[in-house]
């Protein structure tokens, strides 16, 4: 992979003499891809000290695919597509259940157990085992999202090619994100917490304790608790207003479901055997 990796810095180094012609520079960005469709490379993990690692040479690649593909057209009964990237294929074969309607894109990642509600799934986002993405969810370029995990209907979680933001998104593993929720710009939200319908997490949101009012981080919701999106009262030069914030209620034992996080088993089974 060390090769492979030096490769993919340098044809970044010399992205601007690149184009679909060049076989060679296909490839290598090719092979970089295939690590991340198949789960073997991710483009960020959290590391043992609980820090977000990103493995830049992965995005690098994935930007690079732009450079060296050329538009394709594609059919499917009315419907006609053009696009630089494939969509990902042999879902049963892991698996996956893709309801129709979802799609994710070659170099997504997608566990075993994976449901997909008609939702969309973007190049280098890697989602973990069992995780239910329910419908109209979209997980963004390169976010990284836990094993368990239930994304709610209309959750959008960011992605970080476009714009282009240093940190993915993290969403660990069992947590619940609430209907309609949005996380953007490196937000993350720890492991088994449950995040109230609606809530809007950046990266540098206000994350608030409410048992003290005590601002305990911008953009991270701690694991095992239950937070909701709230506003916070701010004076400005013209006249008082009130920001969003995101406020933690109440706390979860480790391992605790909430009783509004419990999924119906009979629909989460893929019924797929790989
Ligand atoms: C956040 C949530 C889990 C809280 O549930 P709960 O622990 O039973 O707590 P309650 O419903 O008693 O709400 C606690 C307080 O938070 C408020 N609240 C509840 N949900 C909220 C939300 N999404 N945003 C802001 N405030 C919220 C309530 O008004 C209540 O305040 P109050 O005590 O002043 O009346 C739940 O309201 C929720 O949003 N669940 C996600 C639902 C969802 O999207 N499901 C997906 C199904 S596909």
């Known amino acids: 992979m060390d090769t492979l990796e030096s490769a993919v810095h340098e044809l970044w180094a010399r992205r601007g003499e690149l184009s679909a012609d060049d076989a060679d520079a296909r490839a290598t960005v090719t092979a970089a891809i295939e690590l991340l ?22 995005r690098e ?15 499917l009964g009315p419907f006609e597509f053009a696009d630089k990237i494939p969509l990902k294929r042999d879902y ?12 994710a894109r070659w170099g997504a990642f997608l566990e075993a157990g994976v449901i997909l509600m008609p939702s969309y799934v973007n190049i280098g986002a890697h989602v973990g085992a069992d995780t239910l993405v329910d419908t109209w969810a979209t997980v963004g370029s390169c976010a990284q ?12 979680v960011g992605g970080v090619l476009e714009p282009p933001n240093a940190v993915p998104v993290v969403v660990e593993d069992d947590a619940l994100v609430g209907s309609r ?20 997490l950046t990266g540098s949101m206000p994350v608030i304790e409410a048992a003290t009012g005590e601002q305990i981080s911008r953009g991270r919701v701690p694991a095992w608790c239950v937070a909701v999106g ?3 009262r701010r004076e400005f ?24 996080a419990q999924l119906n088993q009979i629909l989460r089974a893929t019924g797929v055997v790989p």
């Open 37 to 58: 469709d198949s789960g073997r490379a991710r483009v960020a993990e959290v590391d043992p000290a609980g820090e977000v690692v990103v493995h830049e040479w992965l």
């Open 61 to 75: 690649a994935i930007l690079l695919l732009f450079l060296v593909s050329r538009v394709t057209t594609t059919e």
């Open 92 to 103: 049963a074969a892991q698996g996956v259940r893709v309801v129709p309607g979802a799609s």
């Open 145 to 156: 999202v836990g094993a368990r995990v239930h994304l709610s209907g209309g959750v959008g």
């Open 181 to 200: 929720s949005m996380l953007t710009e490196g937000a993350r939200v720890g492991q088994g917490a449950v995040l109230g319908a609606g809530t809007i």
């Open 230 to 232: 709230a506003s916070r």
């Open 237 to 260: 030069p013209g006249g008082e207003f009130f920001l969003p914030c995101v406020l933690v209620l109440r706390h979860l034992e480790v391992g605790e479901r909430h009783d509004k």
